[in-house]
């Protein structure tokens, strides 16, 4: 880790998410160029372009315009060590005592606030966990029973699902409410109808960065040479689909319909310092879920939503470290019946609630089912999303005045049609 | 239809499922060449890249070397009104009648035998239904109430779920066995071992031919135009972990070691004799479900069973045309919620199995979950796949002389390690 007075020639602002111990990569274009790969800075982008284009990356023997890219993926491709390095080169010529990079300066940087984000990366298959013990024993408790919320299987393998890839979006992506069946639980017949229960699922995710061959494991100890970073997850959920369709193969449509991501790929490597233990995990977990050090995060995460003219209102403010089982722990366990990954590949957490009301993940959990409706500033009441109402996720790790942040994944509701 | 009679100068056996009528496309390998897309005629190739270097195919004003393809995805993207008329030449240019392409006939057809077949496309999303009634019921027979063995949404909805795109291989790919956590019924804790209920699923799959937007539905009288053409496909399942997995979000790691597809993909126009009705819905299904005209297929289809070094036992005859929920109907249910689907995109039908124990579908159905043992020629027994093992499922469908078949997938099961 770098010395905590680490600065950079970049002016960025004391509580920035993006400070030069971050230094998170992004898929962006602005109105002169076409998608590329750019490093957030303060309110910056640096442009890897142009970085590259001006020969500060000679050295990493790249093929000319590589950072011209339409997704992360080749980058990623390359490998640690290599990445790595490169992130070590950007540091370096990021910060105040470099003098060369610096008189670029208008040729590198972009605001953050003129270029247009994108899908950082190409997405193979997406996999959904549901690792937060609080969640679901919230939600076990509404949906089944309290006096046995967890199902048997639940301490003893980080349960997943796989998802849809194709609709994950990109923050600021407005999102359509669905239709699709459901069935009130006294009517005979399902309807067909816009969705009434319309939630959101406070999530993180990770990329893979290393691909697999179908019949090779990953095991915990090497589960983070395979992932390459992290970023914010909405899984947003249409509750009165998901009851009616989920028996006995798992929510579909409930889910499909969008899921969304922030722009901004935080590499491992800026989450080091943040590094905390997890839950202890009663009973002891078989063998190959064993995992030994630090391997959850300390991310302090919060989620507002916004009524259209209105203002926001923080609802929940939660924590990445309440994850019961951690992202080593997932990976190994995916793989270990052989399921092969490809770079890009993603792995959202589950909704992440802590043990407080005022940390739970979802309507669902915050408005028990609806029962316990949140009071808005403009007096209005919400059990679960409104049209055009925004809600934002947002998340950052901060330890001894170095911040790292995700920046935020916020969506906007448009009325069903 | 072409009438009857119609023949190719190539020597297509009776029996052979790759007739005139045909044609399916797949991407092919030799010592000479490497990927490319090939038509499969008797039991010959037909080397589509070098049918264009000939300039049989200029009226098309495809780019040069558009054939040299590692997938069929840019092609299936040239919409169906192109790709049809190149059916309709590839038809015309391997008629009898022709007299041009047969004198090139050595360059542009390759023995079957002697190339490699690889996956047809790059499948971006892949989804499994659950559309035979009598695979789900026997399904919830066994495991949950023989009184309430189908689920109240079956009959309401194509029940589906997402699945893993990245383990889905080709025909002939070795299987490894895959480890997992299972729990026996009587045990306090779950174990950590090799799958001990091995199972294949009949299925079929479509490949979705055109892309939509998140937010766009397909109506069940478009979805035709989606589906670009099928291939048989086997869901090999461990059914010990997927009993311990899959509450409650559905099947995962028992499905995702691998699943395996025929190379041939044979188009949607080419299964146009083959139409039939399907079962009748009860209760009527809702309006967005409703779908007219003759949309399942009479496609036989078999399993057969090898021991290694043995002889092999056909163990289930059944035919794609029990599905109760029709292709339209699933691609309608699909995206209905607007979930966007881009070329390449499967959909598997689920298990396919009829009336008759004879008809199963599965292991666990034609064994009875193991408790009505397949005797197998050479007096071993069978409850599930055991090691070394091959599995083989073919199909095809048949009617006046006309035969366009499937080909098979194939595979066999390596021991765990």
Redesign the interface.
């Known amino acids: 880790m770098n010395d905590v007075a680490f600065k950079s020639w970049v002016d960025v602002p004391a509580q920035s998410d993006f400070s030069i111990y971050n230094l998170p990569y992004g898929i962006f274009s602005s109105p002169q160029h076409s998608k590329r790969i750019g490093v957030a800075i303060g309110n910056e982008v640096l442009d890897l372009a142009k970085v590259q284009e001006l020969g500060f990356l000679d050295e990493f023997k790249l093929a000319k315009g590589f950072f011209e890219a339409e997704f992360l993926n080749d980058f990623i491709a390359l490998g640690k060590s290599l990445t790595s390095a490169i992130r070590q080169k950007l540091t370096q010529l990021l910060s105040k005592e470099e003098t060369e990079l610096v008189k670029h300066s208008k040729k590198v940087l972009l605001p953050q606030s003129e270029v247009k984000m994108h899908l950082p990366v190409k997405i193979?298959?997406y996999t959904d966990f549901?690792s937060s013990i609080e969640h679901a024993t919230n939600v076990g408790t509404m949906f089944r029973d309290p006096e046995n919320a967890l199902?048997?299987?639940w301490r003893?393998?980080p349960?997943?699902?796989?998802?849809?890839?194709?609709?994950i979006?990109i923050s600021g992506?407005e999102i359509?409410r669905?239709?699709?069946?459901s069935?009130a639980d006294d009517a005979e017949?399902?309807?067909?109808q816009p969705c009434r229960l319309l939630d959101f699922e406070l999530e993180m995710a990770f990329v893979v960065g290393k691909s697999t061959q179908?019949?090779e494991?990953i095991t915990t100890s090497q589960a983070e040479e395979y992932i390459f970073g992290m970023v914010l997850f909405n899984d947003w959920s249409?509750r009165d689909?998901q009851k009616?369709?989920?028996?006995?193969?798992?929510?579909?449509?409930?889910k499909?319909?969008?899921s969304s991501i922030s722009p901004w790929l935080v590499p491992l490597e800026a989450l080091e310092p943040f590094r905390v233990s997890g839950p202890a995990q009663e009973?002891e977990v078989?063998?190959?879920l064993k995992s030994e050090g630090l391997k959850n995060y300390d991310i302090q995460l919060e989620v507002g939503l916004k009524p259209e003219g209105g203002e926001e209102k923080i609802i929940s403010k939660s924590n990445f470290k309440y994850m019961y089982w951690n992202m080593c722990q997932q990976l190994a366990?995916?793989s270990?019946?052989?399921?092969?990954?490809?770079v890009g590949?993603m792995c959202a957490s589950g909704t992440i609630s802590g043990k407080e009301p005022s940390s739970y993940g979802s309507m669902l959990e915050l408005t028990w089912r609806g029962t316990k409706p949140i009071t808005m500033p403009d007096g209005t009441e919400r059990r679960f999303i409104q049209d055009r109402d925004t809600l934002t996720l947002r998340g950052f790790a901060e330890k001894e005045g170095i911040r790292v942040g995700f920046g935020e994944v916020s969506g906007k509701i448009l009325p069903a049609e």
């Open positions: 193979g298959d549901y199902l048997p299987n003893h393998l349960v997943g699902y796989h998802g849809r890839a194709s609709s979006v992506t359509r669905p239709w699709g069946q069935k017949m399902p309807t067909f179908l019949g494991r249409a689909i009616w369709e989920y028996v006995p193969l798992g929510p579909f449509l409930a499909s319909f969008a009973p078989l063998d190959y366990h995916h270990v019946n052989g399921c092969n990954f490809n590949d």
